[in-house]
């Protein structure tokens, strides 16, 4: 990850869901991402973005410095195209685009993940394999192995 990337990620303190977090992390299994340049630290970002539908965006700390020589600020943007598995006809059935992580491992300050839901893996059953998306316990001290 690059310099700029890193500081951008270390001044976010909210990311905002425009449908909601609950209904986003429902409705979703996956959502694109791209770095935006913004020149406000909040809000929603303006009309720049023509790649899709926007979903959500990163806000960041009143105390943020601009990361670009242009004085602008690098907000992550999350959106949706038309051919996404989530919208009518979407492709993407079996397959996730490269820019895809599960809304439901994007934090503030945190990239997020393709999960196995992102990709469109589903399980048989929901007893055959749990959702451990952002839950990993650790082993026991009292498993011997």
Same mark, same amino acid.
């Given at each position: 990850?690059? /310099?700029?990337?890193? $500081?951008?990620?270390?001044? =976010? ?7 909601? *977090?609950?209904?986003? =992390?429902?409705?979703?299994? &996956?959502?694109?991402?791209?770095? !935006?340049?913004?020149?406000? $630290?909040?809000? *929603?970002? $303006?009309? +720049?973005?023509? +790649?899709?539908?926007?979903?959500? &965006? ?9 990361? =670009?020589?242009?004085?602008? &600020?690098?907000? $992550?943007?999350? &959106? ?18 490269? =820019? +895809? ?5 994007? #934090? ?9 839901? +992102? #990709? ?10 749990? /959702?451990?998306?952002?839950?990993? !316990? ?8």
């Amino acid at each position: 990850m690059s /310099d700029a990337s890193a $500081r951008s990620l270390s001044q =976010e303190v909210k990311i905002v869901w425009i449908e909601g *977090k609950d209904e986003t =992390e429902e409705k979703y299994e &996956y959502v694109r991402w791209m770095w !935006e340049k913004t020149r406000n $630290r909040t809000g *929603k970002p $303006r009309g +720049a973005m023509r +790649a899709g539908r926007i979903i959500g &965006y990163a806000e960041l700390e009143g105390s943020a410095e601009p990361t =670009e020589p242009s004085r602008r &600020y690098r907000r $992550r943007v999350f &959106y949706l195209k038309d051919n996404d598995r989530s919208e009518p006809g979407g492709q993407y059935q079996d397959a996730t685009p490269h =820019e +895809a992580v599960d809304p439901r491992t994007v #934090r503030a300050g945190v990239h997020g993940r393709l999960t196995d839901r +992102a #990709r469109g893996r589903r399980p048989a059953t929901p007893q055959e394999a749990p /959702d451990s998306v952002l839950q990993s !316990e650790p082993p026991s001290d009292d498993v011997l192995f």
